[in-house]
């Protein structure tokens, strides 16, 4: 008897952190690869790598949690680098307005992409597919394919500059995320999207505004497209036409890789985060083993199909 | 070798984790019976059932069918076998016709290929459902039957697999008393063709209506079986929970009935509500009653603004009112309890606080953030008022047992201030006798502290058991208005309600 209460134990541990020893293991692994692995510099650099997918993914957590997706997020951030840029360079707006005005408009998309999907009861896979070409469309009308350039200095502040040995993009992301982690879990908001994605006819059965909540989901989705369209445009130096398109897949990924995490096969903030952790890892210790990039693609796609496996099963297994 | 049992389980063990789910459990099915297992929920009836269908294996005893001992490996070596079970919750694909769902698995094709042949599948399912008795169209789709038409397909399904003893797993749950007569009928008509039948029920009129036997399980043991002519409903309650549970005056008594709180006059809406009027008074319980589909709850959902009305006045405390949003009528002070708790009462997942608070977070939150403080007091004292038995606070709400699931929803609605009525659909459906009372007990404490509220129920104990005064419904109309003297007569409500 006391047997089985340590196997019950053990099965419930390796549910819910049975992704973080595979993450520890990994880490494990190329630290004993390559020497570099586990130095400060190196664990910075995954830090900054990351943070563009941990920015995104928060702001789609919220969303998914509702039990939605949004397919919009890559070709958004990608427009809101360009919209940023073009305002600074085209319209000559002084940086701040522009970093302002940008983080409007990624809230404006999510409003557009929420209130579609909320208020005129459009499918969310379909309407944010939609609005996601919607938005790639302007941005080619926009640039014909050109990138810009010219950017102004103090810009570098979003990508390329450090603050006490840290990059700054570090800071922003653990600011964001400390805002979605505070939203999630100390809000009337969060509680509600919690509600939502557990039972949204409940929610709504008891007084809860699920059309005006999970609009408002999207909007921090938008608000994160913004924040990342900063740092990567920032980063990279330009605003390039395609810049964020591949962060889409990415970020879905993780937030898919961090519901394994926790709370068994329902998104969270903490899994997203070790999600992004994980790909990022990933990434840089093949780097450093000198593994030729496709080489990454695939073992990236196997430990997400991993990830979704292990959900799937224990999600049957809760039936 | 021939037995006059169809099934004869014998001292029948099965632990889980080391405890004893079953132990030393006998049933016994004569053939061409209807033997009715009964028992509290988590008695171990489904347990029993599921070892039967071999979806789980049994740690001792034996099982014999037709005298022969048997161990089915699982469900489909069980259908084999002959034995089926139809399920509460009925398996069936919605976007499929009759026929389609008859021959799933098993569809007969054209000579030497794979492709199905249609034509055949439909005769066939003609003919099947001729024989049957069962008056159904086989290109009918599944999402376009009524609740017990889909319940007769799933026979007609597993009988035209030959089964010759049938499990039927709280058939009756969502079906209207027309309806279920219908059903018993056809049972009947089962047992009359020699098939073996085992019926799951709380329902204690229909088991004396159709059971030849009766079989009690109590705790993961046999109370006993004995012949159902030898029983009576007060024995039967007795055997399953060891304690007297009264349907009498007890729950009603006590009751200061003031003036009209809430008044609907002509409340309409586009389908099964139709010209609905009457009174709600203070410190009174107002019953609904009626067949599925008699309008109660649609009344309701209209009144309360989750359904859009066509037309008709309602005034609270005689003050018009008029609710757009479901939002609304629960600002104004109405709460409703929904009919199904698992779909629309709770979010299961989340814990019995964040249940109790759900939709009222304004009360616990200042410019939107949580005080938890505040809340976790405020949601122990509710809970603790319907003597919510758990082991925090923080389980999580699916965690529960049915009754217990209720009153959190109860304590929920406790939670809120300002309330002026509470409105309980079917608010013991699926939980058991024991708990019933419980729930009863509880609703009446809150009427008895002036709460006016309405009870819409499918059950005429149930009604009787808390109702001063009960609307019954037909076809979205109001056929009458019973006082407590009239609605003691259960023919009388039953009357009005077919008519």
């Given at each position: 008897m006391e047997k089985t209460m340590k196997n019950l134990n053990l099965a419930t541990f390796a549910k819910k952190y049975g992704t973080v020893v595979a993450f520890v293991i990994i880490c494990i692994f190329f630290s004993s690869q390559t020497e570099?692995?586990?130095?400060h510099s190196n664990i910075l650099t995954v830090l900054r790598q990351i943070s563009m997918l941990a920015i995104l993914g928060a702001g789609l957590t919220v969303v998914m949690i509702t039990g939605r997706i949004d397919l919009s997020t890559g070709y958004g951030t990608s427009l809101l680098g360009i919209f940023c840029a073009a305002l600074m360079v085209?319209?000559?707006?002084?940086m701040p307005m522009a970093v302002l005005l940008t983080l409007l408009g990624g809230a404006l998309i999510g409003l557009f992409n929420g209130y579609c999907i909320s208020?005129?009861?459009?499918?969310d896979f379909i309407g944010t597919l939609a609005s996601g070409f919607l938005l790639s469309g302007i941005n080619q009308a926009y640039t014909k394919g050109h990138p810009i350039s010219?950017?102004?200095?103090?810009?570098?502040?979003?990508?390329?500059t450090n603050f006490l040995g840290i990059p700054t993009m570090i800071y922003i992301m653990v600011f964001w995320l400390i805002i979605i982690a505070v939203v999630l879990s100390k809000t009337r908001f969060g509680r509600h999207t919690y509600a939502i994605g557990g039972n949204k006819e409940a929610a709504v059965m008891s007084g809860v505004n699920v059309k005006f909540n999970s609009m408002l989901g999207y909007v921090f989705c938008g608000v994160g497209m913004g924040i990342t369209a900063l740092v990567l445009t920032s980063r990279m130096g330009s605003a390039h036409?395609?810049?964020?398109?591949?962060?889409l897949m990415q970020a879905i990924a993780t937030v898919y890789l961090g519901g394994?995490?926790?709370?068994?096969g329902e998104p969270n903030l903490a899994g997203t985060i070790l999600g992004a952790l994980i790909l990022g890892v990933l990434k840089n210790g093949m780097t450093l083993m000198n593994v030729e990039y496709f080489y990454q693609d695939i073992a990236q796609g196997i430990v997400i199909l991993l990830a979704v496996i292990i959900t799937s099963l224990q999600r049957n297994r809760k039936k | 070798m021939s037995s006059e049992y169809a099934i004869q389980m014998s001292h029948i063990d099965k632990q889980f984790g080391g405890v004893y789910?079953?132990?030393d459990v006998s049933l016994n099915l004569r053939k061409g019976t209807v033997l009715a297992l009964l028992g509290e929920n988590g008695a171990g009836k489904s347990t029993l059932m599921r070892i039967l269908t071999g979806v789980i294996t049994k740690d001792g005893g034996t099982v014999k069918m037709n005298g022969r001992e048997i161990a089915p490996k699982d469900y489909a070596e069980a259908q084999a076998m002959g034995i089926a079970l139809v399920p509460q919750e009925l398996d069936l694909v919605?976007?499929?016709?009759v026929a389609e769902n008859i021959y799933l698995g098993r569809e007969p094709r054209y000579k030497g290929t794979n492709i199905i042949n249609f034509k055949k599948m439909y005769d066939d399912t003609r003919q099947l459902l001729e024989k049957l008795k069962i008056k159904l169209?086989?290109?009918?789709?599944v999402k376009e039957l009524s609740v017990s038409d889909q319940q007769m397909l799933a026979i007609a399904r597993i009988l035209s697999q030959d089964a010759g003893v049938i499990i039927m797993d709280?058939?009756?749950?969502?079906?209207?008393y027309h309806e279920i007569e219908e059903l018993l009928d056809y049972i009947q008509y089962l047992r009359g063709e020699g098939k073996s039948i085992i019926y799951i029920s709380h329902r204690l009129e229909e088991i004396f209506q159709i059971a030849d036997d009766i079989t009690v399980l109590r705790d993961g043991r046999l109370v006993g079986t004995t012949p159902?002519?030898?029983?009576?409903e007060k024995k039967l309650i007795h055997m399953m929970v060891n304690r007297d549970v009264e349907f009498t005056d007890e729950f009603v008594q006590g009751r200061q009935i003031g003036d009209v709180v809430l008044r609907v006059e002509n409340l309409s809406r586009?389908?099964?509500?139709?010209?609905v009027s009457f009174e709600l008074h203070k410190g009174e319980v107002l019953g609904f009653f009626g067949l599925?589909?008699?309008g109660r709850t649609e009344t309701i959902r209209s009144m309360l603004g989750v359904d859009k009305k066509i037309s008709g006045d309602i005034y609270l405390e005689g003050k018009k009112v008029d609710f757009k949003h479901i939002t609304d009528s629960i600002a104004a002070g109405i709460v409703l309890v929904p009919e199904e708790r698992r779909q629309q009462g709770?979010?299961?997942?989340?814990?019995i606080r964040e249940n109790g608070s759900l939709g009222n977070l304004k009360k616990f939150s200042a410019w939107g953030i949580l005080q938890e403080k505040k809340e976790k007091a405020v949601i122990t004292a509710c809970v603790d008022k319907v003597q919510l038995s758990r082991r925090?606070?923080?389980?999580?709400?699916?965690?529960?047992s049915g009754g217990n699931q209720q009153k959190v929803v109860l304590a929920k609605m406790l939670a809120?201030?300002?309330?002026?009525v509470y409105i309980f659909d079917?608010?013991?459906?699926?939980?058991d006798v024991g708990a019933k009372s419980e729930i009863y007990r509880l609703i009446s404490s809150f009427v008895k502290a002036g709460m006016p509220s309405i009870v819409i129920s499918s059950e005429i104990p149930e009604i009787q058991a808390l109702c001063d005064r009960v609307v019954v419904m037909n076809e979205g109309r109001v056929t009458a208005v019973l006082n407590r003297e009239q609605l003691k007569d259960s023919n009388e409500i039953l009357k009005y309600a077919i008519s």
């Open positions: 570099v692995f586990l130095t085209d319209f000559g707006l002084p208020y005129l009861g459009i499918p010219g950017l102004p200095s103090e810009f570098n502040i979003f990508g390329n036409v395609t810049a964020g398109d591949t962060y394994t995490a926790f709370k068994e | 789910a079953l132990r919605n976007y499929f016709t169209d086989p290109r009918a789709k709280e058939p009756t749950a969502r079906l209207g159902a002519a030898d029983m009576d586009a389908e099964l509500v139709k010209d599925v589909g008699a709770l979010v299961l997942s989340r814990s925090s606070i923080e389980q999580a709400a699916g965690e529960l809120r201030d300002n309330l002026k079917e608010p013991t459906r699926g939980i």
